[in-house]
């Protein structure tokens, strides 16, 4: 569970009584820590890619995109990547690790650890994965289209849960937990669709590599080897090694994520016990204050602490530069009335609203009517389809897949149309579900107590 979010120390410059600081720095950081406030620069970010694009910038914007960076050492070769390739096969990973946490943290801490309480999300995100693909496939059963089916497949986590945010108490805390559980399912068949679907060939030098990384990775944490530098260039290593190795690079994050302790090592002593407990009062000394800080610090898992530390560079960071990168579509009337007709745009489009909505309260409907699972109290079957169409919201990662479905030359056309079906569903499904959440849901203080089931209150912070 999260505590409050404190003011930041007077110790440090943020927290002073500089201009700076109090004008700029603390409204910002307030800001940061509002959960719609990633959505925000998402949609900031978008709509300045959609202007550049279709502006007098439009060539020097591709042209940034295109720029190359190499590195070499000598005669041996590392690196020749453009801007854009490394933003999404590179900078992306960070935001897929953040998304490894958030699964690691639900599956030890959250509405995942107990197989009844994960039975109902699982199951509708299952729904909300297998129609969508269906409603893709039964428009485009030909090649190239049908590598496609995995766009309508995924659900932007931020962006869901900042609609959703934007109702504050009219939303019950259970309705938020499904869907994050819903979500973090989703990301996990996303993960697995992109690691199968999207690999063409597999380097098995490299792979056998990365699998050896991660396994020493496993075997020094059972040693309780803890020096984060290590684990960071390790790190780098097994991001090299499966971008080389023809699997796509986001699998390294989520593997990463999933290898991060989710537990805090320090139970035994509480933080307000610790400095009575190390540190001798008449005494204190360098190695006394870092003992402390150890303390301290491992009564926090380091999957949270790493969440805490990454979620900022990751949502107002790196998911900008990606929608930046990846959104700017040229909107021309030929580009418009080609999607209009394409069966690429219509499946996206079906898939993440039609699919999206059907499938998730369909398969919640199964789960509860065949007792597998039961409906949290509190939650209504209207909140469960406004659910299910703000999941219709792909974005981010939907615009990932389409970058490895279509990245073929020759295929930059059904590129821009799944795009430009992304972008119109993933508005669509903003508005709609919000317009049907706020006519399903009343204010949180209204609901009686004998109506609200308890659940674990886990932190709601997602990239």
């Known amino acids: 569970m999260s505590g409050p979010n404190l003011p930041p120390p007077k110790l440090t410059w943020i927290g002073s009584d500089r201009t700076l600081a109090s004008k700029v720095g603390r409204p910002f950081l307030r800001f940061t820590e509002i959960e719609a406030a990633g959505g925000i620069v998402l949609v900031v970010a978008t709509i300045v890619a959609l202007i550049l694009a279709n502006s007098p910038l439009s060539d020097a914007y591709h042209d940034v995109l295109d720029i ?25 990973v960070i935001f897929f690790f953040v ?92 993960i697995t669709v992109i690691a199968i679907f999207y690999t063409e060939s597999i380097n098995v030098p490299w792979a056998t590599t990365a699998v050896i990384l991660l396994a020493l990775i496993f075997v020094m944490q059972r040693a309780r080897i803890w020096y984060t530098p290590i ?25 990463l994520g999933l290898l991060t302790p989710a537990t805090p090592l320090q139970t035994k002593v509480k933080p307000s016990e610790v400095v009575g407990t190390v540190i001798d009062p008449e005494d204190v000394s360098v190695a006394g204050t870092r003992r402390a800080n150890l303390y301290v610090r491992e009564t926090v898992s380091v999957a949270e602490r790493l969440e805490k530390l990454l979620h900022p560079f990751s ?23 080609d999607a209009s007709t394409s069966t690429v745009t219509l499946g996206v489009i079906f898939g993440l609203l039609g699919g999206k909505t059907i499938g ?34 792909g974005f981010t990662v939907s615009l990932f897949i389409t970058g490895l479905a279509f990245d073929q030359p020759g295929q930059e056309a059904l590129d821009t149309q799944a ?30 107590d004998a109506e609200v089931e308890s659940a674990p209150q886990v932190p709601l912070e997602v990239s």
């Open 360 to 393: 998730v309260t369909l398969f919640t409907y199964f789960a509860v009517k065949s007792g597998i699972s039961a409906l949290p109290r509190g939650i209504t079957w209207p909140q469960v389809v406004a659910v299910g169409m703000l999941a219709g919201i």
């Open 231 to 255: 684990y960071a260039l390790i790190g780098v290593v097994v991001w090299y090694a499966v971008l080389e190795s023809g699997v796509h690079a986001t699998v390294a994050g989520v593997a």
């Open 99 to 190: 998304v490894g946490l958030e699964i690691k943290r639900e599956l030890v801490a959250g509405e995942l650890r107990s197989p009844r309480a994960a039975a109902l999300p699982t199951i509708a995100a299952l729904g909300g994965m297998i129609l969508p693909a269906l409603f893709f496939f039964v428009l485009n059963p030909g090649s190239p289209e049908v590598r496609g089916a995995g766009i309508p497949v995924a659900t932007d986590i931020a962006f869901a849960l900042g609609i959703m945010s934007l109702l504050g108490n009219r939303v019950s805390s259970q309705l938020k937990l499904f869907l994050l559980a819903l979500a973090i399912v989703d990301d996990i068949g996303a």
């Open 315 to 337: 949502s107002f960071l790196i998911l900008p530069l990606f929608a930046l990168a990846n959104a700017g579509i040229s909107l021309s009337g030929d580009t418009i009335a």
């Open 419 to 448: 795009r430009l079906g992304i972008l119109a569903a993933s508005f669509i499904a903003s508005t709609v579900g919000l317009w049907l959440l706020a006519r399903s849901t009343t204010s949180s203080e209204d609901i009686p």
């Open 68 to 92: 190359h960076l190499e590195i070499n050492f000598g005669s041996l070769h590392i690196l020749d990547e453009s801007i854009e390739h490394l933003i999404n096969d590179g900078l992306i």
